[in-house]
């Protein structure tokens, strides 16, 4: 991790629907500010949320998942 991506390196447990969206939002804006870069998946509501990220300075890896239907079940952190 670098100083760009160190707020993103806790693990979070996804428990209730407004830990996913709050962690969608985060995620989100890291990406339009090109901190976060998605390598595979994609940061859409569907019925599950299965997402690679990297950062974009020093390539630390970090993976977003959740079962939307429950907004719940998942997690966010590094991998």
């Given at each position: 991790m670098c100083q760009q991506c160190d707020d993103?390196?806790?693990?979070?447990?996804?428990?209730?629907?407004a830990d996913l969206k709050v962690n969608m939002n985060r995620v989100?804006?890291?990406?339009?500010?090109?901190?976060l870069r998605i390598t595979t998946g994609e940061l859409q509501w569907s019925d599950y949320i299965n997402?690679?990220?990297?950062?974009t300075k020093c390539d630390a890896d970090y993976h977003l998942s959740c079962e939307t239907y429950h907004g719940s079940g998942g997690s966010w952190g590094p991998k």
């Open positions: 993103f390196g806790q693990h979070i447990q996804i428990k209730l629907p989100n804006t890291a990406v339009a500010k090109k901190l997402c690679d990220l990297t950062c």
